[in-house]
């Protein structure tokens, strides 16, 4: 990986928290929603950021390794996950990950493959940790949210797979469509076992932020049974059989 990538990712890292607002909000939701799709004792998350999610891992699962690349987040989450025995932090690119991390039931991929340069390669890089029967689970916003929807008919976007100044300032490189998801895991050598979405977002983060929390989980909620228009949508994928 290029240091140009490095400073990428670590120029994003000098702001970004997931301990910040609504964006904590939606970190807790996620992790609680992943955590029960996924299968145990052993779960490799990739894209750790800063550790919120790693939390809710290591507090339901037996052994957690929390993957990112740039070291900045990994400090911060060491510092704020403290020693907890059940949990590895690994300070790696996704394509150079050591051989010697083991195998998992598990696999999470949850707002990673909107930032990387190869998705396809992240996605086979993730299979590759899977236990014969383990499972991978890819997590990334919705092309066809509703918020974004909204943002072309007024004019902010021009089309819901454009790139918003908020998506730029976080370092995304695509936003996807269901069918361009299972494309990728496809391309990877992956088959779809289930797939979901979560959280009707009708307005930007920055435009909730003052909502309660009572009424942003009713919107998580009702974004289950809507998952045409979620914000955030899932695939559950497997190595093909």
């Known amino acids: ?13 000098e702001w ?7 964006n904590g909000l939606i970190i807790d939701y996620t992790a609680r929603y992943l955590s029960d799709l996924a299968r145990g004792p052993a779960i490799a998350e990739m894209g750790c950021a800063d550790g919120r999610m790693t939390q809710t891992l ?10 990112d690349a740039s070291a900045t987040q990994i400090d911060r989450a060491k510092d704020r996950m403290g020693a907890r025995d059940n949990v590895t932090f690994v300070n790696t690119f996704f394509e150079a990950m ?4 083991g195998l998992f039931n598990t696999v999470i991929q949850a707002h990673i493959l909107e930032h990387v340069e190869d998705p396809v390669a992240t996605l086979k890089a993730g299979a590759d940790l899977l236990i014969d029967e ?5 997590q990334v916003p919705h092309a066809m949210s509703l918020h974004r929807r909204i943002g072309v008919a007024m004019g902010l976007i021009k089309s819901v797979t454009g790139l918003s100044k908020a998506d730029q300032k976080l370092g995304h490189r695509r936003v996807y ?6 494309a990728d895991a496809t391309a990877a050598g992956l088959q779809v076992i289930d797939d979901g979405g979560f959280f009707i977002k009708p307005l930007s983060n920055a435009q909730m932020e003052t909502w309660s929390p009572d009424l942003l989980s009713a919107f998580f909620e009702v974004g289950r ?8 949508i899932y695939l559950v994928l497997r190595r093909k059989q």
């Open 1 to 13: 990986m290029s240091e140009t990538e490095r400073q990428r990712l670590e120029g994003v890292a």
């Open 16 to 22: 970004f928290s997931t301990f910040d607002g609504i």
């Open 58 to 67: 290591a507090d339901r699962f037996e052994r957690v390794t929390a993957i």
């Open 98 to 101: 050591p051989n010697d991390l």
């Open 134 to 138: 383990g499972i991978l689970i890819a």
């Open 177 to 182: 469509t269901k069918k361009a998801l299972v």
């Open 225 to 232: 049974t809507m998952k045409e228009y979620a914000a955030e």
